[in-house]
């Protein structure tokens, strides 16, 4: 469809943008980055065996590839519901990151830190409604429910077959036993 075409590349365009640009300078998004990538790695550690690094501007750099190469694949609709998904997970840690409007009391930077932040929660919104657009396609999941009912009415009809030929070699069994009997 036509506006698929159209939207899943402007729906791209800030986190190619976003992710190229922060490649390029990965140390001005460290300090926003730090008290978030402390905490996921903090809690990863108690709930994983194995220790999460700490390099803040490593896991920054990481995040910017991550969005470069989801966001180029979603706008050229290569595995569009998979990238979105990814791009979903990837903006939610950079808007806790880099928008951490609770933090300022400045209303003019504060102003800045929100509208920033609800741009950023609208583009989650429009990534999560890619994620689940099926392209007019049936999901998996309906997919799944029509061959079970499907099963189970081809395993009910072959059954009844089964009954009825039950039945049939039973009534012939019986007049073969009135048979031999007489």
Do not use: C
Not at 7 to 22: D, E, K
Not at 120 to 141: F, H, Q, R, Y
Request: glycine share 6%; net charge positive; hydrophobic share 40%.
């Amino acid at each position: 469809m036509l506006v698929r075409r159209i939207a899943r590349p402007l729906l791209a365009a800030p986190f190619v943008y976003g992710g190229i640009s922060t490649l390029r300078k990965p140390q001005d998004r460290v300090p926003g980055a730090r008290p978030v990538v402390e905490k996921i790695a903090e809690t990863a550690d108690k709930q994983l065996p194995v220790e999460v690094p700490r390099d803040v501007e490593q896991w920054v750099k990481i995040d910017a590839a991550v969005k470069v190469a989801a966001g180029s694949l979603f706008a050229l609709n290569k595995f569009p519901r998979l990238t979105a998904m990814v791009l979903s997970a990837s903006i939610v840690p950079t808007t806790l990151a880099g928008h951490r409007f609770w933090e300022h009391t400045d209303p003019t930077e504060r102003f800045g830190q929100i509208s920033n932040f609800l741009k950023n929660s609208g583009l989650l919104g429009g990534l999560l409604l890619a994620a689940v657009d099926t392209e007019g396609k049936p999901s998996v999941g309906y997919r799944a429910r029509r061959a079970a009912r499907k099963a189970a009415d081809n395993t009910e009809k072959s059954f009844e077959k089964a009954q009825k030929r039950a039945a049939k070699a039973q009534k012939k069994a019986q007049k073969r036993a009135k048979k031999v009997k007489s």
